[in-house]
């Protein structure tokens, strides 16, 4: 939307050619139809000579403005310079013409006009002063028979006199009218510029996104809402095909229901956003019509779903893990306390019996299998039943560092795969778990090793996004070159037991997601065959001061901190089973 400053300056822009054009026009057709004409008043040769150069200089000068208003812009100095140059080309033809009995004063009240346009009341009245004053020189010059007017009709005093009194009172008369027509213009213009702000204001400050096209398609115009939502800006998507920028293949044919119908057409689309993000939008599409109620196109307005969508998932996902969790209390007490009676008759069975061949390797299989079972009824409980944060100021980029240093010195891990974290100007500085935290890096890191089925690149970036509207978050990217992950699969990743892996326990992302949502955050994903991002998103809090930069936050060494698959239960115990 144009400032404005903007909008003056292209309507004082639009006046000045306007009045160029005009000068170009009027001087070929007053001072060329006369020569074409050989009219009285101009057989004289130094007439002749004089209507030429006036031609030509009005040329000259109409190149110069031009290129003045090219590189310099429009200005009211400017356009006074115009106005007093006009003022005396006009004077030099009437001289030229017979002074009183020329042709051409009707030129002064066209300059007194065109300076009422440009400056109102006060331009009217200054350039009628001028031209009366310049018309007054004229005939005193006349009645004196100074040269151009020796050979001019000789008037008496009294016909002078009344000669510039008409003309006097008819160059007031339209400066003061004129004025007057132009401050109303003026006052309409500003009004109607006013109405048309505060339309666009409405039309930009609706929380939906308004669309309009014509009847094929093509995009007219673009909100604000329409642009936070999409993150296209309007100079990007205005003049496009809607359905080819947002690759909607069905809104065609609701575009096409429409014409067919007249009735307004409701549904929801998928879309992605220009960072690649998947939105989904509830739309409202109908006809755009005229005062004649002759339809010119569509108007769409749409709303962002996906928020509402997600919270709709959350509560149906809570009260899922409400059941749960009052299955979990008998669930530890009927399987793990079992369990834990029959893998330690087990250990001291295999103590006590002198076993060999397949009896020892089958004593080996069941203390495995136990102990895989009493690893998998933890993730249950972790998952069913989380503890509370306990949440302290912590360097995001140290732990995401170390979580790193801790993948890449596990055994299982392969050199072919690159690991880039990204750095960060300043801290990124989150009031969090430090242990949970570390839980869901190691998850989503060893998750995207695993979809690189261990060649590729992973890259990891922390950012704290400063929103307009919303309240800041902090933003932790994981990109891998994996295969990617099925848009079947994408929308029951996160549920419980849910897996594609033959060795996993479908818990492994659900407990990241429980984490996040225990920590007031969300955790999204988005991927294509060979790109697949997580972005976990936090709140940025601002309840408590952070540490200053000369006391870090709070770091934690690799060195205390027991690495997944050594079977200890402790509280940096980072087991998990990945999905």
């Known amino acids: 939307m144009n400032s404005p ?14 009045m160029m054009v005009l000068r170009v026009v009027l001087v070929t057709l007053f001072i060329g139809l006369p020569l074409l004409l050989e009219i009285e008043n101009i057989k004289h040769p130094r007439s002749i000579s004089i209507f030429y150069l006036l031609i030509g200089t009005t040329y000259v000068l109409s190149i110069f403005y031009a290129v003045f208003l ?74 004196a028979q100074i040269p151009p007017f020796e050979k001019a009709l000789l008037l008496s ?175 530890a007490h009927e399987i793990r306390n079992p369990l834990a009676s029959l893998s330690g008759s087990i250990q001291v069975l295999q103590n006590e019996l002198e076993l060999n061949g397949e009896n020892l390797k089958l004593m080996d299989i069941a203390i495995k299998e136990s102990e895989r079972l009493n690893a998998f009824v933890t993730q249950f409980l972790r998952y069913a039943r989380p503890l509370p944060p306990q949440r302290e100021w912590v360097n995001l980029q140290h732990l995401l560092s170390e979580t790193t240093h801790l993948i890449e010195n596990n055994p299982a891990y392969t050199q072919r795969i690159q690991i880039i974290l990204e750095e960060t100007e300043s801290p990124i500085l989150a009031f969090i778990d430090p242990d949970q935290m570390k839980q869901v890096f190691w998850n989503l890191i060893n998750n995207a090793y695993q979809a690189m089925q261990g060649r590729g690149t992973l890259t990891l970036s922390v950012h704290h996004i400063t929103r307009r ?14 295969k990617g992950i099925s848009e079947g699969d994408l929308a029951n990743i996160f549920d419980p037991f849910f897996t594609t892996k033959s060795a996993g326990s479908g818990l492994g992302l659900a407990i990241v997601q429980r984490i996040i949502e225990e920590h007031a955050g969300n955790i999204s994903v988005a991927s294509q065959p060979g790109k697949t991002i997580f972005k976990v998103q936090l709140p940025f809090s601002s309840t408590d001061a952070p540490p200053t930069m000369e006391s870090p936050a709070v770091e934690y060494s690799s060195e205390t901190t027991e690495t997944p698959g050594q079977g200890h239960e402790s509280k940096h115990d980072l087991t998990s089973v990945k999905k």
Request: with cysteine; aromatic share 10%; glycine share 10%.
């Open 70 to 143: 090219r590189i310099k812009g429009p200005s009211l100095l400017f356009t006074s310079f115009q106005l007093a140059a006009d003022l005396l080309l006009g004077t030099l033809l009437i001289a030229v013409t017979g002074g009183l009995g020329s042709p051409f004063p009707f030129l002064f009240i066209i300059t007194i006009v065109s300076a009422s346009i440009f400056f109102h009341h006060r331009g009217g009245f200054v350039m009628a002063v001028c031209s009366t004053f310049l018309f007054g020189i004229l005939a005193l010059s006349q009645r």
């Open 469 to 482: 509207l919303e309240e800041d978050t902090i933003e932790i990217l994981f990109k891998d070159t994996g």
């Open 157 to 331: 005093d009294k016909e002078i006199f009344y000669g510039f009194f008409l003309y006097t009172i008819a160059f007031f008369t339209v400066g003061i009218l004129s004025g007057h027509l132009a401050k109303r213009l003026r006052e309409k213009e500003i009004g109607f510029s006013d109405l048309q702000v505060f339309h666009e204001d409405i039309v930009h400050s609706m929380p939906s996104g308004l669309i309009t096209t014509d009847l094929v398609g093509e995009i007219t115009s673009f909100n604000r809402s329409a642009m936070e939502i999409t993150g296209y800006s309007s100079e990007e998507v205005i003049g496009k095909i809607w359905w080819e920028i947002f690759s909607w293949d069905n809104i065609e044919k609701r575009f096409e229901a429409l014409a067919k119908t007249g009735l307004p057409q409701r549904f929801e689309g998928k879309i992605q956003d220009k960072s690649g993000n998947p939105c989904l939008l509830g739309v409202t599409i109908s006809a755009l019509r005229n005062e004649q109620g002759e339809q010119t196109g569509i108007i769409g307005t749409f709303q962002d779903l996906t928020e509402i969508r997600n919270l709709e998932e959350a509560v149906q996902r809570k009260e899922r893990l409400a059941t749960i969790g009052e299955m979990a209390a008998g669930m």
């Open 5 to 18: 400053v903007n909008q003056a300056e292209n309507t004082l822009q639009k006046r000045i050619i306007y």
